[in-house]
C-alpha cells in the first residue's frame, strides 16, 4: 500500500477521520437496528426506499395501537451528526425517534440522506428535500406507503432535526416557502442545537459574538469539510440571516433549543432572534441549563 494513502487528511476525534485517498472512518452512528414491532415501547417501524438510485431511504415508525380511521400528526426527523455522521438505523436515532413516537403519538419519518465527505454539502439537503417531497406525496391518501396513506394528518405536519439535521430542517422548510410542498403547509419546525454560522456584522450591539470563523476555528474546519465549495459565511446554507428568502419561511412557528455548553449555542440564539425580529415568526426558545454540550440529550437513548 502507498504510504500516503494512510495519511490523515482530516481528524475530528472521536467521531471521524479522513484519508488522502479519500477513505473515511466514522466511529458514530455506524451501527443499524433493523425494524420490528417493539411490543415494549409500543412502537412499529419499517424501512422504505425513496429513491433507490440516490440511496436516499428512511425509517417509518407507527404506535402499535392505532385506529384505523386514526390520523395522527405526522414528524419528518433529519437526523444530527454534522452532516457526515449517523443515520436512522443506528442505536442513538432509532431510539431516540422511537421515544418520541410512543410519548408523542405521532407518526414519524426519519430520513437517511447522504454523508460528506463522500457526498459534500448541499448532497444531503438535496437528498433530504427529495424525501421530504415524497413524503407529503401521500397527502391525498395515494402514496405508495400504507401507513402514510392511512394514519398521517397532512394538517399537522413538523419538521425536526438535531446539529446538522435542524440545519437541514431549517432548509427545507426555507424552500418550502419558496416552491411549495404540493399544497402541505408546515405547522412548525423544531431545531435541536441547529448547526449554523453567522457573519460578525450580524452580531448584536452587546458584542454577542462567537462568528463561525474567528471564535471557533474547528467549526469553520468542519464545514469546510463538508462543504468545500462554500461561498463563505455568507452561504445561507450555514446562514439564514443571509437566505434573501427567509422572509417566506413555509412555517409560522419554530422551536429553537440550545444547551449551554454547545460551542454553537449563540448562533443558536442569535437565529431566533433575528427569526423574531425581521421574519416575524413565533419563535419558542428552550434553554438546557444542565451544562450538556451538543446533542447529547440523544445519548439517553443508546
Partial sequence: MDPKATEIAHDFPPFLRAYTDGRVERFFGTDVVPPSVDSETGVSTKDVAIAPERGVSARI????????????????????????????????YHNYVTSLVAEANIIAVSVDYRLAPEHPVPVPHEDSWAATQWVVSHSLG??????????????????????????????????????????VKLSGICLLHPYFGRREADCDSRGDGDSLVDKKPGVDNRWLFVCPTTSGINDPIINPAADQNLRKLGCSKVLVCVAEKDGLRKRGWFIMRYWVKVVGV?????????????????????
Fill in 61 to 92: 415508525f407507527k404506535p402499535n395501537t392505532i385506529n384505523p380511521d386514526q390520523k395522527l400528526p405526522l414528524l419528518i426527523y433529519y437526523h444530527g451528526g454534522a452532516l457526515c455522521l449517523g443515520s436512522p438505523y443506528c442505536t442513538i
Fill in 282 to 302: 413565533g419563535v419558542g426558545d428552550c434553554g438546557d441549563g444542565r451544562r450538556r454540550s451538543c446533542v447529547l440529550f440523544v445519548q439517553a437513548w443508546l
Fill in 142 to 183: 395515494q402514496g405508495p406507503e400504507a401507513w402514510l396513506n392511512d394514519h398521517s394528518d397532512f394538517k399537522r405536519v413538523f419538521l425536526a432535526g438535531d446539529s446538522g439535521g435542524a440545519n437541514i430542517a431549517h432548509n427545507m422548510a426555507a424552500r418550502a416557502g419558496v416552491e411549495g410542498l404540493g399544497g
